[in-house]
């Protein structure tokens, strides 16, 4: 710049400026406009978000809060409340935008207001901004300002042609620095928990997980669920579906860390760090009925309280489906005996080989018991009965999954063809297809459903799997006849076009095309289309209500008749985490029934 | 021109530091017992080390120390250097560093404030910041900043709703 | 001396001659300082024990408050700590963006401060001015960042969004409007402005042994011929990529310190051509994962950069948790605004007080923070 020379008439060119345009904006006459990227007032899509209360988390000031909202249907993934803004409080950081789950969070480039009531500054942002008026978008989120992290850590799991000839479990695991860097991504906002169906401390145990404190995750599962090894590796993963982060991202692999979390704390330690080492002992006694989740689950909770148990299973050993009907390359023998050994540990006593009804009366039981709990499950396997099904090549799959568990040889052909949609035609079809590698060097195993590839009840990530490993799927097509050759051996599996599965009252109703005619061949015939049950155990002594199919029970688990209370799959279906939920309602049911506060 | 690694080597030299820690570039540690902290600190300043940016304290209740940290700078060396050293929290007593830069008594009386340490050879230790301060000094790590604010202020009602904690 | 004669005066803590809520007691005799004491307190919020309270990203919205004048200096400082002790890379564009943001607040701060030191001595168009063309700055940080004034858009890692093409073309245009127009007004009005020069010759001296002394630095030391500046002692963000020259004086007095500001400031323009010129193409973010949940290792570190009165520096400890343990907060104003009024104003006369408080950049907030 000039040099600093000194003259009283340079500060004259002060003057200049009378005859300029001013440069001031002439609000209102002239809007001055934000900018693009300006951090205006907040603006809510109440339909897209899902009051995670994540927003309320990160205020610095405290000036978000969530309110409920009447108006704003409470559903499953979501909570019916709203966050509200103090804007006595707000800084205008617009950290809530940044780290928004759904993105629904906004804000507007308006930034003027004012009114003489303090108590209008409170608002519930809504599709208007506080001032009601429609402005232009102003500050988003972008890929470097968004706080959340989106991607998931990829699990790592055997190749399919590693995998393919063994039973060696596939999903490997996490290790420490991925866990912790997968369980860090949460953001703690319990909506998992309330979808959960055991509504487990899910938040709690990621956090624990976190935080390198496995004893803290360790306890806050026992908490509700006490089959984490199994749940770990096998549950259906509702909460996965509902993580806030799915909306914008990929939600957190939940399960995978309950996996983590087990199976790094010795089971030798579980005592110690669950507080099980003494448990005071009341003299009651409770019987279970059925070794499955359901029965585990009520056993553990209900010795954790002091009650004497007694476990009735009709097959070998404890476990049920989980052992029986699960594979071991998805749920290993060693994972399911880390947990059943636990609960055995906290002095439940197993009778094996005794089913009830046979070898003992439910009557007996009623008599030398306090309460009994009744999970004896599903175990027998539905037929398509079209023609050819009474054939000796056509299986059940549950039956072939049970030996294939037993370590019994099982048989098998060259061409297989399943008939099913759901897991457990994914599990049958899957093993059939290790041992068809093992003995004849190749896969050659088709799936038929009736439901179209978007509505196949078995998870996604199994269809992937299956497919993988060499498994043909023809789904849409329904089963019409098994072809049979004259020296009795199978010749195809005919079907036809299945137009829709289900009627305008989503009942199951399949409709079918004739004039589409597909030919499988095929010289074994699996049928994996469902299970039922058989409670003649009860029925033959005891009147009790069902709902549907199913025996009718409370929230505690309890049925029409007070003392016997059924969870499972009996009760409610359909998965593990149910059956572990009706046990442990059933175990606080029985405890309150057994003290008198409950009829 | 000493580097940082010179710099560990004097101290070395002439103290008996418990740590020393290149922290990185242009940046050193070094904690010393506390007996041999001020002199350290006059040491380092007739060592082209004239520069004090400041006097940090920091509480550890659980260890149930201070620690107070003097940050200085050579303009020679351009080696920012940390110096720390703990002390008791109770009485919390230490030696003030105002004979060698008159401007520490400010930084004490700051510290005085806010954690209640008291430095011998400070006399003038009144209040800077605060105003007849009735609690326990506020940065302690046990002074309780929401029971405060709960006890002294009162939290205005919106819409007619009471403010729940 | 006649007792008489002896007033005592409370200067502030609601003053215009002082920068912010902020007081000195004083004893004049006649109209001259005998003894001066800071008042301070009058704006204490507790920034430090608040930190402690919160997550690391919090506290980004935080920092920013803690000094009105410098908030982009402390979003720096803060996320240089959490870097140092997380040991982060940040990507080479936001290093970039990060001195364009430290370089266009320099220029913001000291045209608001040069208003300010004209204001002291009765310049008033010159105060207007200087908000005025600051307006125009935080028209392009409004751009930038979103927000005017406190734009928490430095954040550990990196910045918060990157800079558009078209807003860099924005900032060359506004440089050369300041460089061809605005500064030469400006030049003409207060530096050629004989009434302004003779009030700042002279006054408010501060000697290189006095101010290295008392730890002060930025204009107060560089007004008497030093050019110590920690963008070259010890270069941060990009400004081991860029060349510029640190403006000196001689005779470490007010007016030495105000045309360091004035220099400071081309100087500035200079940096933000270069590196506008040269940014780099890539991420603004290095990837820490999720917001809630930053961690990092135990450990501490004493950062410190050049804001426009000099060292700023913050001293952060992690415990390894999600939140600080602790950040304490050393303005560079701090020792002048506690220790310098008590042992250099004495002496001043009344009318030169805002002068010398002005001049010397003391900005209470971020010592009583």
């Known amino acids: 710049m000039a040099n600093d020379k000194k003259s009283i008439f340079s500060p004259v060119t002060a003057f200049k400026n009378l005859v300029k345009k001013p440069e001031t904006v002439r609000y209102p006459a002239e809007s001055n406009d934000a900018a693009k990227r300006y951090r205006g007032f907040h603006i809510n899509d109440l339909e897209e978000c899902i009051g995670c209360s994540t927003c309320q988390e990160v205020c610095v000031n405290d000036a978000i809060s969530m309110v409920e909202m009447l108006d704003v249907p409470a559903e499953e993934g979501q909570r019916n409340e709203r966050p509200q803004i103090d804007y006595g409080r707000c800084c205008w950081c617009g950290l809530c935008v940044d780290v928004c789950t759904t993105g629904s969070l906004e804000m507007s480039r308006d930034y003027s207001y004012i009114d003489l009531d303090p108590d209008t500054f409170i608002v519930t942002p809504a599709e208007n901004d506080i001032n009601q008026v429609e402005h232009p978008l102003g500050y988003l989120r972008d890929q470097s300002s968004d706080l959340l992290d989106l991607k998931r850590i990829e699990m790592e799991m055997l190749e399919p042609e590693e995998r393919i000839d063994s039973f060696i479990e596939i999903v490997e695991g996490f290790s420490k620095e991925q866990a912790e860097k997968e369980a860090s991504r949460c953001v703690e906002c319990e909506i998992c928990t309330e979808t959960c169906p055991a509504n487990m401390n899910i938040p709690q145990y990621i956090r624990g997980i976190f935080d390198d404190d496995l004893e803290e995750s360790l306890q806050q599962i026992y908490e509700d669920n006490p089959l984490p090894e199994v749940c770990g590796r096998v549950c259906t993963h509702k909460c996965e579906g509902v993580c806030a982060l799915s909306h914008r991202g990929e939600a957190i692999s939940i399960r995978w860390l309950k996996r983590y979390a087990v199976d790094n704390v010795d089971s030798a330690e579980y005592k110690q760090v669950l507080g099980t080492e003494k448990i005071e002992q009341n003299n009651k006694k409770v019987a279970v009925v059925g070794a499955g989740p359901a029965g585990l689950s009520a056993a553990h909770y209900l010795s954790v309280m002091g009650y004497q148990i007694t476990v009735y299973e009709s097959k070998e050993k404890a476990g049920g489906m989980m052992r029986y009907g699960i594979p071991e390359y998805r749920l290993p023998y060693d994972a399911l005996d880390k947990d059943i050994d636990y609960i055995e540990s906290l002095g439940v006593n197993f009778v094996f080989n005794t089913r009830v009804g046979e070898d003992i009366e439910l009557k007996e039981l009623h008599e030398n018991y306090d309460a009994v709990f009744a999970a004896t499950g599903l175990h027998n396997g539905r037929s398509t009965r079209v023609p050819g099904t009474e054939n000796n090549n056509v299986y059940q799959a549950v039956n072939l999954l049970a030996d294939i568990a037993r370590g019994k040889e099982v048989p098998v052909t060259k061409r297989l063809v399943v008939i099913g949609g759901g897991n457990v035609a994914m599990d049958i079809a899957r093993s059939m297809a290790r041992i068809q590698k093992d003995k004849y060097g190749e896969v050659d195993i088709t799936v038929t459903s009736l439901e179209t590839e978007d509505i196949m009840p078995a998870d996604q990530e199994e269809i992937d799997e299956a497919r993988e490993e060499g498994i043909v799927f023809k789904p849409g097509r329904g089963p019409k006849e098994i072809e049979i050759n004259e020296d009795g051996s199978l010749a195809h599996l005919c079907t036809n076009c299945c137009v829709s599965v289900f009627d305008e009252d989503m009942n199951f109703n399949p409709t079918y095309d004739n004039s589409d005619i597909e030919n499988y061949e095929c010289d074994m015939v699996i049928e994996a289309i469902g299970q039922g049950g058989d409670n003649s155990y009860i029925d033959d002594q005891f009147e009790i209500e069902y709902a549907g199919p199913r025996i009718k029970i409370n929230d505690y688990s309890q049925t029409s008749v007070n003392w016997l209370f059924a969870g499972g799959d009996i009760a409610r279906g359909p998965d593990v985490i149910n059956a572990i939920k009706t046990g442990h309602d059933a175990a606080v049911g029985i405890d309150k029934y057994l003290n008198d506060s409950l009829k | ?165 | 001396m006649d007792k008489n004669t002896q007033t005592e005066i409370f200067f502030g803590p609601n003053h215009p001659g002082v920068p912010g809520n902020y007081g000195i007691n004083y004893e004049f005799e006649g109209d001259t300082v005998t003894s001066a004491r800071a008042n301070a307190g009058h704006l204490h919020r507790g920034f430090e024990k608040l930190m402690e309270e919160r997550i690391w990203i919090k506290n980004t919205a935080l920092v920013p408050r803690i000094c009105v004048e410098e908030p982009d200096i402390n979003e720096m400082v803060y996320a240089m700590g959490f870097e140092a002790i997380g040991e982060i890379e940040v990507p080479r564009r936001a290093d970039y963006i990060r001195s364009i943001i430290l370089e266009l607040a320099r220029i913001q701060g000291h045209i608001f401060s040069i208003g300010g030191n004209a204001a002291g001595i009765g310049q008033y168009t010159v105060m207007h001015w200087g908000t005025l063309t600051r307006d125009y700055l935080l028209d392009i940080f409004e751009e930038i960042t979103g927000a005017r004034v406190y734009h928490i858009y430095i954040r550990p890692g990196g910045v918060r969004q990157d800079i558009e093409d078209e807003t860099l073309d924005k900032i060359l245009d506004l440089m050369d409007e300041l460089e061809n127009e605005r500064f030469p007004d400006l030049q003409k009005a207060l530096f050629e402005n004989p009434n302004a020069q003779k009030r700042w010759q002279g006054k408010a001296v501060i000697t290189k042994e006095e101010a290295i002394e008392m730890g002060a630095t930025g204009p107060v030391l560089r007004a008497n011929g030093v050019p110590h500046d920690l963008r070259k002692m010890m270069p941060y963000a990009a400004y081991d990529d860029v060349e510029f020259e640190v403006p000196t004086g001689e005779n470490g007095d007010a007016w030495d310190r105000i045309k360091i500001a004035r220099d400071d400031m081309l100087q500035s323009i200079k940096i933000i051509r270069q590196l506008i010129n040269k940014i780099p193409d890539g991420p603004v973010q290095a990837d820490l994962g999720n917001g809630l949940k930053y961690k990092i290792p135990k450990g501490d570190a004493y950062v410190k950069i050049e804001s426009k009165r000099g060292e700023y520096g913050y001293y952060m400890v992690s415990d390894g948790s999600l939140k600080p343990y602790r950040v304490h907060v050393r303005g560079a104003s701090t020792p002048l605004g506690l220790y310098g009024v008590r042992e250099f104003l004495p002496g001043t006369r009344i009318a030169d007080v805002p002068v010398w408080a002005k001049s010397l950049g003391i900005c209470p907030p971020e010592f009583d923070r």
């Open chain 2, 1 to 165: 021109m000493r580097n940082e690694k010179d710099l560990l080597q004097l101290m070395n030299a002439h103290f008996e530091p418990l740590k020393l820690e290149i922290k990185r570039k242009q940046n050193v540690s070094v904690e010393f017992k506390k007996e041999e902290l001020i002199q350290a600190l006059s040491f380092l300043k007739s060592h082209s080390y004239r520069h004090l940016s400041t006097i940090s304290c920091v509480d550890w209740p659980e260890e149930g120390e201070f620690e107070l940290v003097y940050h200085l700078f050579s303009y020679d060396d351009l080696i920012n250097i940390s110096l720390k050293t703990r002390i008791k929290r109770d009485p919390g007593i230490f030696q003030t560093a105002k004979e060698i830069w008159p401007v520490a008594e400010f930084y004490e009386r700051d510290i005085h404030d806010f954690f209640g340490v008291k430095f011998k050879g400070n006399d003038n230790l009144e209040e800077l910041i605060l105003e007849n301060w009735q609690e326990i000094p506020p940065m302690r790590k046990d002074f309780d900043t929401r029971k405060f604010v709960n006890d002294k202020y009162e939290w205005r009602d919106y819409n007619g709703q009471k403010h729940t904690d």
